[in-house]
Nanobody
Framework: QVQMVESGGGVVQAGGSLRLSCVAS????????MGWYRQAPGKEREFVAM??????????DYDDFAKDRFTISRDNAGNATYLEMNSLKPEDAAIYYC????????????WGQGTQVTVSS
């Protein structure tokens, strides 16, 4: 069983920054994709960013809204991922969820409990 614990959410003014952290435990996740999704009230959960394991190291994918303002990173052990969010906008307010996705014929997803990000205008 894998546990994923997020931290770092909070209240920030528009234009400010936050750094989210996610630490996984229960098994090694070095070769597993880890990243972030978010869900705003009344909206579907949406993709934010992901680190994907390759034999050359981790690649990084972003949704278009996150490309210029957010930076995802991964620790060397592979069991933690971080999301640096800059120039935050009110529309970035959401619950941010950490995701770990184990590849295979039937991919297995693990989720954290979420961390709230509130952006005041």
């Amino acid at each position: 069983q894998v546990q994923m614990v997020e931290s770092g959410g909070g209240v920030v003014q528009a234009g400010g920054s936050l750094r989210l952290s996610c630490v996984a435990s229960g098994r090694t996740l070095v070769n597993v994709d880890m990243g972030w999704y978010r869900q705003a009230p009344g909206k579907e959960r949406e993709f934010v960013a992901m680190t994907r394991w390759t034999w050359r190291g981790y690649t990084r994918d972003y949704d278009d809204f996150a490309k210029d303002r957010f930076t995802i990173s991964r620790d060397n052990a592979g069991n933690a991922t971080y999301l640096e969010m800059n120039s935050l906008k009110p529309e970035d307010a959401a619950i941010y969820y950490c995701n770990g996705s184990v590849p295979g014929p039937v991919p297995v997803d693990y989720w954290g409990q979420g961390t709230q990000v509130t952006v005041s205008s």
